[in-house]
């Protein structure tokens, strides 16, 4: 009598178990655009940019796409000062091979944003916006992401970033998280 009672259960429980394996919309962290997902390793001893070494330092990372059908990569910057946004966002670069090491120097950004490099100064922060595209025209940004890969901040994803010019000493005492608004 008792195996009577337990059989349903275990049926039930193997069952339950077994339909959920391999369903990918489960995953928290699949992106909803998986095949255009692009991937920035940020190297971390050059995850922020040195007001004090400015002619020398630069940000640095490694930008993939497993899938290897993104045709186009389009990197865009805005500057934040103390928190004011001081322009709309403006192409950087454009990146059609990868992998690609990603060097963004202060000379790059200054071009980029039509500025002497001397107007960067410490504690500007650089925020990136970047857009991929397929073979077809087919567009994938940060929006297409999943909220969980949004705000998941130790997720590489290369869509929305930011980097910061600051002093030696200060970047040294305190980590800096690229992946924060």
Known sequence: MRK????????????????????????????????????LDIDPNYNQLVFDEIETTAFKGLL???SG???????????????????????LDTYTSFPHQMEITPAKL????????????????FRFLAYAYDADGKRAGFNDLSRTVQVANFV???FKFN???????????????NRKP
């Open 4 to 39: 009577l009672f337990f059989l349903p259960i275990f049926s039930f429980l193997l069952l339950t178990v077994s339909a959920c394996d391999g369903d990918e919309s489960l995953n928290p962290l699949a992106p909803k655009n998986g095949a255009m997902f692009m991937k």
């Open 64 to 66: 993939t796409n497993d």
């Open 69 to 91: 059908n993104v045709v186009k990569y389009e990197l865009f910057v805005r500057r934040t000062i103390d928190n004011v946004v001081t322009q709309n966002y403006v192409l």
């Open 110 to 125: 200054a071009e980029a944003l039509n500025v002497p490099v001397s107007d960067l100064k410490e504690g500007h922060v």
């Open 156 to 158: 590489e994803q290369g």
């Open 163 to 177: 980097t910061a010019m600051t002093i030696r000493s200060k970047y040294n005492d305190q980590p800096y998280d």
